[in-house]
């Protein structure tokens, strides 16, 4: 742990009004609706086609391994995106037992959909903090969700 000199457990009383807030501030920007189409889609779905669109010609063990989830999960779902059209698996040159995947048309459009969604929830957001609160917000929310323990 790298800052084990400054860390405490969590009271009580913070879990209970972080919980609170979390849920307020669910209700309050409607997260689930922001997704558009996108709620039509599992998040495992929506996870690998980001995954896909930052890294065209990956393999489902990339995605997989990324996502922390079975292969089989990934498998299933590239299943799922290539029937629905936004995904296509193709043979690497050399490698005739790999697979790559990337995005279709259809893909690329559902993948910026859902970055435009997000983006506008995200602007709503933080127009309610000044631009200091801003900073102050971004780098704990990292410092959280990349946390290394």
């Known amino acids: 742990m790298r800052y084990a000199a400054f860390m405490t457990k969590p009271t009580p009383d913070q ?12 209700r ?11 709620k039509t889609f599992n998040e495992v779905d929506n996870q690998t086609l980001l995954y896909v669109n930052r890294h065209p010609g990956c393999g489902p ?9 079975p ?3 990934i498998s299933s779902a590239c299943d799922r995106l290539v029937r629905r059209q936004l995904l296509s698996r193709h043979r690497p040159d050399g490698d005739r037992r790999a697979v790559a995947l990337s995005l279709t048309p259809d893909g690329e459009a ?13 602007r709503l957001m933080l127009e309610s903090l000044s631009s200091g609160e801003r900073d102050t917000f971004i780098r704990l929310i990292s410092k959280i969700a990349f946390d290394e323990r």
């Open 15 to 26: 879990i209970f009004t972080l919980r609170n807030a979390f849920e307020a501030f669910t």
């Open 28 to 38: 309050r920007h409607k997260l689930v609706d922001a997704q558009g189409a996108a």
């Open 61 to 69: 063990g990339d995605v997989a391994r990324f996502l922390n989830v």
């Open 71 to 73: 292969a089989t999960t």
């Open 110 to 122: 559902h993948v910026t959909a859902y970055l435009k969604a997000h983006d506008d929830i995200l």
